[in-house]
């Protein structure tokens, strides 16, 4: 099948790391921004959703959350099972 050549722009950080990406999948750039249009087509339409809705508050107070305990986990109460789980929820009800 005959190949049309294509240039785009992007900045150099991006298209090193884009690049190492591809490159750890066995990909090189120009096949991966293939298959990207091949699943655009597929999809007809973007291959993953963009949006202008930002997250809402109670999602923003889990990511942070989320963050804190990664930070630093002993902070936060653990159990051993569900069950130990379960017992406290149904005291404190």
Known sequence: ?????????MEPELKEQ??????SLGLDLST???????QALRCNG???E??????NA???AAMKEAEEMAENPMAYQ????FSELLREVEADA
């Open 46 to 48: 973007l291959p993953f």
């Open 32 to 38: 991966a921004t293939g298959l990207f249009y091949r």
């Open 1 to 9: 099948m005959a190949k049309e050549n294509m240039t785009l722009q």
């Open 58 to 60: 109670v999602t923003i």
């Open 18 to 23: 884009a690049s190492a990406l591809f490159d």
């Open 50 to 55: 963009v949006s202008l809705n930002p997250p």
């Open 78 to 81: 653990r159990y051993h099972s």
